[in-house]
């Protein structure tokens, strides 16, 4: 019986304990942005960082991340691992979680800003963890319990670090395609991109393989292997990067279909001049002439036989490593796509500044004798297949929007084909 009320002790105590640096956080965060009492947020620091991090620099770091985030509005949630809390905090102009370590006297010793981090409930049927080189993927399997068409849909996601639901902004493209595909008896499986999930296992010997292709592969064939899943047909879905590499995918996943949600056709590093020259139009303010010249000056080089696995990521685009860039250099998406025999869907969008219709039409004429494959271009869409007007811009990104209604009926029809 003492040995049951000390452990009731102990859980009471953690919890406590827990629930303390819950409050502290909270009350850090609110000192901070709200009041904006630099001294008393100051008190909250461990003295070894606290000497780091003046109220001055606290000061000229509020006003600088209240014009990029907008004023705080309240905290979601909190989440944690060990010692490190995450404040899920809603800010006028977006939602991120704002990170904070604290050492065992409950001062904070790490302070940072990183997009929102999933924490999934224990009690979620939804949530399926698919080992893969070493991590478990984190994701979300739905399926239908009635009207199921035993069809699976793998979303595969763009470039950087992307969550399960691809979120940009306020907007969580591949939740709302997951989502309507369940009402209409379609199963999914998303989740979060392990250079999200698992920085750490990405390095400078990485290459598009180990950031997205493998993983895509092996998801698929999880479920081509698994009992619960005879007699699906196996379908990938790629949007933008996810979808330039679809043909590296296709070569080792075998899937019955693939669709290609605003995948570039052309090179991606001369796609970046493109879209640095073009966001420059619309705001020099942003995207200066210098900078344009920097990645042109990149680019050449990258293309260029002085080019080698030895160059500094520092003289190459997005500073990404040479091993990275070699790999893409080399890739001939119009050349790999020809293998794919199964049916394929490509949907463009015509706001889309990122990739464009030039694309679109690369891919439409290299597969115009393949009868299996279809075309759909949407004039009012952005690259994230929201509807919108004007001047496509990032800007577009931070308005809360859905997928369009007519291209996801259109998805649907390819897939129940």
Not at 149 to 161: A, E, M
Not at 264 to 272: D, G, I, M, S, V
Not at 395 to 406: A, F, L, P, W
């Amino acid at each position: 019986m003492k040995k049951f009320l000390h452990l009731i002790l102990i859980f009471v105590s953690l919890l406590s304990f827990a629930q303390n640096r819950n409050e502290i956080g909270s009350q850090f965060i609110k000192t901070l942005f709200t009041d904006k009492n630099m001294e008393k947020a100051h008190a909250f620091f461990d003295p070894s960082m606290g000497g780091q991090v003046s109220p001055e620099d606290l000061k000229s770091l509020e006003e600088q991340l209240e014009g990029q985030l907008g004023e705080l509005k309240n905290i979601l949630e909190v989440n944690n691992e060990k010692d490190t809390y995450y404040f899920y905090s809603d800010f006028s102009k977006t939602k991120l979680d704002i990170q904070i370590t604290f050492n065992e006297s409950n001062k904070i010793v790490g302070f940072y800003f990183v997009p929102h981090k999933f924490f999934d409930k224990t009690d979620d049927k939804t949530v399926l963890k698919i080992k893969s080189e070493g991590i478990d993927l984190n994701g979300i399997l739905l399926q239908p319990e009635q009207n199921n068409k035993k069809k699976l849909v793998i979303l595969v996601h763009g470039s950087g670090p992307q969550d399960r639901d691809e979120t940009i902004g306020e907007n969580k493209p591949f939740k709302d395609i997951a989502e309507y595909l369940l009402k209409n008896g379609i199963s999914s499986y998303r989740y979060d991109k392990r250079t999200y999930s698992n920085p750490e296992t990405f390095n400078d010997q990485s290459t598009v393989e180990q950031e997205t292709i493998n993983d895509a592969v092996n998801i698929s064939n999880y479920f081509k292997n698994n009992e619960n899943f005879k007699g699906y047909q196996i379908i990938v879905l790629g949007h933008s990067q996810g979808a330039y590499l679809m043909p590296k995918i296709a070569e080792k996943a075998n899937a019955s279909k693939y669709i290609f949600m605003a995948g570039n056709a052309r090179p991606l590093q001369n796609l970046l001049v493109e879209q640095f020259e073009y966001l420059h139009k619309i705001d020099p303010s942003k995207v200066s002439d210098q900078d344009v010249q920097n990645i042109k000056k990149q680019v050449d080089f990258l293309n260029s036989n002085k080019f080698n696995l030895n160059t500094p990521k520092s003289e190459l685009p997005l500073e990404q490593s040479a091993a990275y860039w070699k790999y893409l250099v080399d890739y001939k998406p119009l050349e790999a796509i020809k293998s794919i025999k199964a049916p394929m869907f490509f949907a463009q969008g015509g706001r889309d500044y990122q990739v464009t219709e030039k694309d679109f039409e690369l891919w439409k004429n290299q597969l115009k004798n393949n009868k299996s494959t279809e075309f759909k271009f949407y004039p009012s869409l952005s690259h994230l297949f929201i509807k919108g007007s004007g001047t496509p811009s990032p800007k577009d990104y931070e308005i809360k929007g859905n997928v369009d209604e007519e291209f996801l009926k259109d998805l649907t029809q390819f897939i129940l084909k």
